[in-house]
């Protein structure tokens, strides 16, 4: 009977694991203008909501900063993490950028439930 069970728990294993493969993920290129940031709270106030079709609040969002926005985004405060809504993915910073910066954001699907 163990053997059965195990068998069972690692057919569904697999198959939940192919659901989430097969959901996917994506690359966009972004630019974080210096116009559009709102004023939120905590220990970084300002936000910005890059609007990606598709996103869910359920989804995972890797923003990279490319290497010649760096010190802009050292100088506003910049948020290591993002945060995922229905169609968009929200960056966070301490103060408003002085100047727009580049970035990738790979958006990493998760499958629907």
């Not at 009977?1 to 068998?7: L, R, T, Y």
């Not at 709270?41 to 990606?52: C, F, L, N, R, T």
């Not at 948020?79 to 103060?95: D, F, H, N, Q």
């Amino acid at each position: 009977m163990d053997e059965i069970v195990k068998m069972s728990a690692l057919k569904e294993c697999a198959e939940r694991a192919k659901e989430y493969a097969d959901a996917g993920a994506r690359a966009v290129s972004v630019t974080i203008p210096t116009a559009g940031w709102v004023n939120g709270s905590g220990m970084y106030p300002k936000y910005y909501d890059i609007a990606v079709t598709g996103v869910t609040a359920n989804d995972r969002a890797d923003i990279t900063i490319s290497a010649a926005s760096l010190g802009t985004a050292k100088a506003c405060g910049m948020c290591p993490t993002s945060e995922t809504l229905a169609g968009k993915v929200r960056v966070r910073a301490a103060t408003v950028p002085s100047a727009a910066m580049t970035a990738e954001c790979l958006i990493n699907f998760k499958a629907k439930e």
